[in-house]
């Protein structure tokens, strides 16, 4: 006979426990655990043998021609690129994103220029009156679009629905964690409710071919709600983000089954709804005015885009006595801290007295250690008060011997800079570098940096 357990679920990463706990064994978050329906238990004798009775499966070679998948473009090509190139029919993508960061506006103007292109689109929103959907997509301009819109909640009602006449091309969940499945107990949300609502429907997108896209909502520290289980039931997870008192968005796939991980969309939040941003770096290189000093501009990489942003560096010395502060927005600072003791140790620069602010430009948030270099020039350049030439880049990466290293695609980076007025780069010596349009300046050492930045030698 089955016997019924209590167990307890972590509501941030899905693990069980089979009593309460203020802090979860698996990941450590604290009251998150939340008694769910019991399990069933099923004893190991009344299991099937499983060597019996099974099908055969067809096995085939490994390098057997697979096409490509087929797509549907969304009618966004910074959607279509982060996706790798559009929908794939009978997928289920998941966005997770901040609330209003846009997700919402996001999807209903993928599902209106869809339509618009003759797809069929069922948008079910769990959160807003379909009133309030309809109210928004109006004020887009997006009015006249064939979606077929609904608020609902219950995935039983969702399905009958949809079995009740031919797949759309696209059906959006807005969200997920507003769904419930009748089929099991629990309050929507929790873990067992996600995992059960996006199972069916995912199932439904695979045995009719439409493609599901399920918004999922963001936790503090960053992670999409609910079970990373559903992080695995789908094919795709992409995450929209940026400041929301920034103008600018990010959309990008943190997983793909279909494509790359590396490309990014660029939107900017307007008036009119979500715009494409094809030229990111505009977006984030403020207005650069001659002679300031402490900002330098670091060309990043997205994919296979370079985008330019601006790294400013505020130095203020103190009077003695005080804790200095230092404040990073946009970078690491653990890494700011690196920086500052190599300056200090291999360079001579003494900023012990004083308080260091590091701000990236827009909003951005730059991950990679190719901005050692720029950051670096941006704190002897606050420090110093001299200014970094405006029409200069900088990047390269500085190793705890003061050495720079080269870093990768130095040559999409340069011709990005080019490619926007930019004349002049700082760069490590290493590395092989073709012919380029810029005036190149090398340094092996941070030191031999610093010596230029400040006119000695
Ligand atoms: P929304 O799509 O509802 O966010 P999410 O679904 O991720 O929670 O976005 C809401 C925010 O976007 C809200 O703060 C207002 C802003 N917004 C604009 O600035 N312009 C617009 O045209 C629209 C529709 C929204
Ligand atoms: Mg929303």
Redesign the pocket.
Known sequence: MAKAQRRYVCQACGGVSSRWQGQCGDCAEWNTLVEEAPAVVTPFAAKHDLRRGGRTIDLVALDTDVPSPPRVSTGIAEFDRTLGGGLVPGSATLIG?D????????LIQAAARMAAAGHGVTYISGEEAADQVRL?AR??GLGQAPVRLAAATSVRDILATLDGGPPPALLVIDSIQTMHSDAIEGSPGTVSQVRASAHELVRYAKDTGCALVL?GHVTKDGAIAGPRVLEHMVDAVLS?EGERSHQYRILRATKNRFGGTDEIGVFA?????LDEVANPSALFLTQREEGVAGAVVFPAIEGTRSLLVEIQALVVRLASGATPRRAVVGWDSGRLAMILAVLEARCGLSFSSAEVYLNVAGGYRVADPAADLAVAAALVSALSERPVPVDAVAFGEVALSGELRPVAHAGLRLKEAAKLGFERALLPAAGALEAQALAVARFGTLGRLVDHLLGRG
Do not use: C, N, Q
């Not at 609330?99 to 996001?106: A, E, H, Q, R």
């Not at 939040?269 to 709804?273: C, D, L, S």
């Open positions: 994103g609330p209003g960061i846009g997700k919402s506006t996001l928004r004020r887009l918004v929209f939040m307007g008036g009119g709804g």
